[in-house]
Protein backbone atom coordinates (compact mmCIF):
# COMPACT_ATOMS: atom_id res chain seq x y z
CA UNK A 1 0.00 0.00 0.00
CA UNK A 2 0.88 4.03 -1.14
CA UNK A 3 0.15 6.22 0.24
CA UNK A 4 0.83 9.77 -1.10
CA UNK A 5 -0.05 13.72 0.10
CA UNK A 6 0.18 17.06 -1.53
CA UNK A 7 -0.96 20.47 -1.15
CA UNK A 8 1.18 21.75 1.85
CA UNK A 9 3.04 24.89 1.58
CA UNK A 10 3.36 28.26 2.47
CA UNK A 11 0.34 30.61 3.43
CA UNK A 12 -0.31 33.32 5.93
CA UNK A 13 -2.44 33.65 8.98
CA UNK A 14 -6.10 33.55 8.00
CA UNK A 15 -5.40 31.80 4.40
CA UNK A 16 -6.52 28.58 3.50
CA UNK A 17 -5.04 25.12 1.98
CA UNK A 18 -6.34 22.02 0.59
CA UNK A 19 -4.41 18.83 1.48
CA UNK A 20 -5.09 15.43 -0.77
CA UNK A 21 -4.33 11.88 -0.26
CA UNK A 22 -4.90 9.14 -2.46
CA UNK A 23 -3.96 5.66 -1.67
CA UNK A 24 -2.52 2.56 -4.45
CA UNK A 25 -1.78 -0.92 -3.96
CA UNK A 26 -3.40 -3.53 -2.41
CA UNK A 27 -6.41 -1.65 -1.03
CA UNK A 28 -8.83 -4.18 0.32
CA UNK A 29 -11.19 -2.61 2.79
CA UNK A 30 -10.41 0.15 4.80
CA UNK A 31 -11.08 0.27 8.02
CA UNK A 32 -10.68 4.08 8.49
CA UNK A 33 -8.41 6.25 7.63
CA UNK A 34 -7.01 10.00 8.55
CA UNK A 35 -5.08 13.45 8.90
CA UNK A 36 -2.20 13.27 11.66
CA UNK A 37 0.53 16.15 12.10
CA UNK A 38 3.69 16.29 13.69
CA UNK A 39 5.15 19.58 15.10
CA UNK A 40 9.07 19.88 15.71
CA UNK A 41 9.38 19.15 19.09
CA UNK A 42 5.33 17.97 19.71
CA UNK A 43 4.38 13.81 19.13
CA UNK A 44 1.88 13.28 16.14
CA UNK A 45 -1.80 14.07 16.78
CA UNK A 46 -5.14 13.59 14.72
CA UNK A 47 -6.33 15.81 13.22
CA UNK A 48 -9.45 14.62 11.76
CA UNK A 49 -10.50 11.06 10.37
CA UNK A 50 -13.10 8.84 9.56
CA UNK A 51 -13.70 5.67 11.52
CA UNK A 52 -15.19 2.28 10.08
CA UNK A 53 -18.85 3.65 9.72
CA UNK A 54 -18.14 6.79 7.53
CA UNK A 55 -18.68 8.76 10.52
CA UNK A 56 -16.07 12.00 10.97
CA UNK A 57 -13.64 13.20 13.99
CA UNK A 58 -11.81 16.37 14.55
CA UNK A 59 -9.45 17.43 17.03
CA UNK A 60 -10.89 20.54 19.07
CA UNK A 61 -8.40 22.90 17.94
CA UNK A 62 -8.84 22.16 14.26
CA UNK A 63 -13.32 21.80 14.95
CA UNK A 64 -14.87 24.74 12.47
CA UNK A 65 -12.03 25.26 11.12
CA UNK A 66 -11.14 22.35 8.93
CA UNK A 67 -13.47 19.73 6.70
CA UNK A 68 -12.33 16.11 5.98
CA UNK A 69 -14.14 14.19 3.31
CA UNK A 70 -13.49 11.93 0.70
CA UNK A 71 -13.46 11.46 -2.72
CA UNK A 72 -15.73 9.20 -5.43
CA UNK A 73 -13.17 6.78 -4.74
CA UNK A 74 -13.70 5.96 -1.11
CA UNK A 75 -9.03 5.58 -1.84
CA UNK A 76 -8.55 9.25 -1.25
CA UNK A 77 -9.47 11.98 0.84
CA UNK A 78 -9.17 15.63 1.18
CA UNK A 79 -8.40 18.20 3.94
CA UNK A 80 -9.77 21.70 3.63
CA UNK A 81 -7.87 24.19 5.46
CA UNK A 82 -9.26 27.35 6.94
CA UNK A 83 -8.57 29.99 9.03
CA UNK A 84 -5.12 28.85 9.24
CA UNK A 85 -3.54 29.85 12.12
CA UNK A 86 0.75 29.54 12.94
CA UNK A 87 -0.03 27.10 15.89
CA UNK A 88 -1.40 24.95 12.83
CA UNK A 89 2.21 24.80 11.14
CA UNK A 90 3.31 20.91 11.05
CA UNK A 91 4.05 18.58 9.04
CA UNK A 92 0.60 16.31 8.14
CA UNK A 93 0.69 12.89 7.09
CA UNK A 94 -2.59 10.84 5.68
CA UNK A 95 -2.78 7.24 7.29
CA UNK A 96 -4.86 4.88 6.80
CA UNK A 97 -5.76 1.11 8.50
CA UNK A 98 -6.39 -1.99 7.21
CA UNK A 99 -6.47 -5.76 7.87
CA UNK A 100 -4.73 -4.69 11.10
CA UNK A 101 -1.85 -2.53 9.31
CA UNK A 102 -1.89 1.29 9.41
CA UNK A 103 -0.14 3.09 6.73
CA UNK A 104 1.28 5.91 6.29
CA UNK A 105 2.27 8.83 3.22
CA UNK A 106 5.52 10.65 3.48
CA UNK A 107 3.99 13.79 5.17
CA UNK A 108 3.67 17.67 3.43
CA UNK A 109 4.30 20.41 5.53
CA UNK A 110 2.29 23.18 5.84
CA UNK A 111 3.51 26.70 7.38
CA UNK A 112 1.46 29.56 8.22
CA UNK A 113 3.49 33.04 8.87
CA UNK A 114 1.98 35.12 11.19
Known amino acids: VQVVESGGGLVQAGGSLRLSCAAS????????MGWFRQAPGKQRELVAG???????NYAGSVKDRFAISRGSAKNTMYLQMNSLKPEDTAVYYC?????????WGQGTQVTVSS
Open 95 to 103: SLYQRGARY
Open 25 to 32: GSIFSINS
Open 50 to 56: FTSDGST
